[in-house]
């Protein structure tokens, strides 16, 4: 290895883009492959750099010449609602952003464009060629989120980089862009039925690789699984099938969907799941709401034995091992548990539904509707008979997948 290692830059926002890419960061740095340079967006910048990687923001690429899109970004920052922890870097995101896009557009389809999309309609190519000019990496690694990551790879692709993306979840949104030959040289995949899935929409499969998403990778520790026992075992439910339902809110409408949601879906599949618990004896039952939903204190006031509410005293991945089969309609929770190895059912009826196909994808192992709980979980239910049963075999590690494929990327290879 050279005294010298090359740079690979990495590239994404906070949440789970920053923790899909963040391990992988870290290992390839621990092995010496590379000097990884992150181009961490918003709420990602803190996460990163606790970790001791290099980070850069928007606002090291301010340069003489940005007045306007300085004043931009002021003004832009000013309208926040909330104001962001990081001001500089929000005006320098905004700015930039905002100014790359007139370049692009003219000034009057780009505010168009803005007074009715907001953030979502950037697209700063010009920024992110000015980054990847500077850095000069070797590789261009970052996930399926749009914006800033996408001309990451765009501007990468331009400039003759290679580049990777992650697909953190199903790349459904994504999926006329990913299914494109020329968007990033490699795609790392969470299972083999997404990666069909890009590959039948016709991305060559040379280029998909089915690595997992490293951000699930602590699943894999031996303490969630003691932890989610000791829960199971405080509970007195060692002897009886333990279902987490993991509820997430029901929209009324969504942009871009059509049909209307009925808001009150997650409540209904709740009070089946509560009906089929108190008929049946063998079955408990976890209730754990989204965090923007109402807390669940009826469920809580029901005071009943084999009901309890799982909140935040309760962490999720514990959760998931304290239970055999995981509820969900629309949840990346169902994702979770599937890579934990639990068995997930999922209720369909959201008007999200085809965002989520989660049986086609391998993730769920049986569909339902909201009137089929009470027979599949009633007294003559055949449920599953131990933690194991019904359940996919736990993930393997996806992190030195990941690497794996950017070391092949790094010497010239797809593979």
């Not at 391990?23 to 709420?43: H, K, M």
């Not at 169902?334 to 997930?344: F, M, P, Q, S």
């Amino acid at each position: 290895m050279s005294k010298h290692p090359p740079v690979w830059l990495f590239v994404s926002y906070g949440g789970g883009h920053v923790k899909a890419l963040l391990p992988v960061a870290q290992r390839v740095r621990d092995l010496g492959l590379a000097r990884p340079v992150y181009l961490a967006l918003t709420t990602a910048a803190d996460i990163v750099r606790s970790a001791g990687i290099e980070v850069l923001g928007f606002r090291d690429f301010l340069r003489p010449g940005d007045e306007a899109a300085r004043a931009k970004g002021e003004a832009l920052v000013a309208q926040l609602q909330v104001q962001a922890a990081d001001r500089e870097e929000s005006i320098a995101y905004l700015g930039l952003s905002y100014r790359d896009l007139e370049q692009r557009l003219g000034a009057e389809e780009a505010a168009r464009q803005y007074r009715q999309y907001g953030r979502q309609c950037f697209l700063p190519l010009g920024i992110l060629e000015r980054v990847i000019a500077r850095v000069a990496p070797g590789l261009v690694v970052t996930t399926n989120s749009p914006r800033a990551e996408q001309a990451a790879i765009l501007s990468s692709r331009k400039l003759g980089v290679p580049s990777c993306c992650v697909v953190d979840l199903l790349g459904i949104w994504e999926r006329e862009l990913l299914a494109r030959p020329d968007y990033a040289d490699a795609l790392c995949v969470l299972n083999q039925s997404v990666g069909d899935s890009i590959v039948r929409a016709g991305r060559p499969a040379a280029h998909v690789h089915v690595t997992g998403n490293p951000a699930f990778d602590s699943l894999r520790d031996p303490a969630l699984k003691a932890a989610g026992a000791a829960i199971r075992r405080g509970a007195g439910w060692d002897h009886l099938h333990v279902c987490l339902y993991a509820s997430s809110p029901e929209p009324a409408m969504i942009p871009g969907v059509e049909g209307t949601g009925d808001t009150q879906f997650p409540r209904r599949i709740e009070s089946a799941l509560v009906a089929a618990v108190q008929s049946n004896p063998r079955l408990a039952l976890f209730v754990r709401r989204h965090p923007s939903e109402a807390p669940a204190d009826e469920i809580q006031a029901l005071a009943h034995p084999r009901i309890r509410v799982s909140g935040r005293d309760m962490p999720l991945h514990a959760a998931l091992f304290a239970s055999d089969e995981v509820i969900v309609t629309v949840s990346t929770v169902g994702v979770e548990a599937n890579i934990a190895g639990k068995a997930v059912t999922q209720v369909r009826g959201s008007i999200l539904d085809h965002l989520s196909p989660y049986l086609s994808l391998g993730i769920a192992g049986r569909e339902l509707r909201v009137d089929d709980i009470a027979s599949a979980y009633g007294p003559q239910a055949a449920l599953f008979r131990s933690q194991e049963e019904g359940a996919s075999p736990p993930a393997p590690e996806a992190t030195g997948r990941v690497v794996d494929v950017l070391r092949s990327l790094a010497q010239g290879g797809h593979a």
